[in-house]
């Protein structure tokens, strides 16, 4: 058996066993793996498919590694898309208390709701304009 055949049977057998892992990093590996097998395919000896393989791999890992610290660690809520959901919805507003919150039922469970600096808070059906922190900041409809 040639070593690119080898070098291709082995990036079958780890991108399958990604298949089952779900480690991303080991596609990253893969990556490492094809370009050995491209080496081999090339006529590189053995030492320098081992040599690219692993520089290739790494190389890979490293760059996915920055491109996950370039994102946000911590997302705002406005960002996050279970949170953009509930932008918009209505909700029932009984009483407001006498430090400006008011607790809603919503979503099966009680929250606090606050509303914008300078409005006169009432009851009745507000709808939710942004999460902030765990509070939902709602405007009379």
């Known amino acids: 058996m040639s070593n690119a055949t080898f070098w291709w049977l082995l990036a079958?057998?780890?991108?399958?066993?990604?298949?089952?892992?779900g480690t991303f990093y080991l596609?990253?590996?893969t990556i490492g793996?094809?370009?050995?097998?491209l080496a081999a395919h090339a006529g590189l000896g053995l030492t320098g498919q081992l040599v690219l393989g692993a520089a290739v791999g790494s190389a890979a890992i490293v760059g996915w590694r920055v491109k996950k610290?370039?994102?946000?660690?911590?997302?705002?809520?406005?960002?996050?898309?279970?949170?953009?959901?509930?932008?918009?919805?209505i909700v029932l507003i009984e009483q407001w208390l006498a430090d400006g919150t008011a607790q809603v039922n919503y979503r099966g469970a009680k929250w606090d709701a606050i509303h914008r600096p300078?409005?006169?808070p009432g009851p009745g059906q507000h709808r939710v304009a942004e999460l902030i922190g765990n509070r939902l900041l709602v405007d009379k409809v």
């Open 69 to 89: 610290k370039q994102q946000a660690k911590n997302p705002t809520a406005n960002s996050m898309d279970d949170v953009r959901l509930d932008v918009g919805e």
């Open 12 to 21: 079958g057998a780890m991108v399958a066993l990604e298949l089952f892992t």
């Open 118 to 120: 300078g409005v006169m």
């Open 27 to 29: 596609l990253m590996l």
């Open 33 to 37: 793996v094809a370009a050995a097998a």
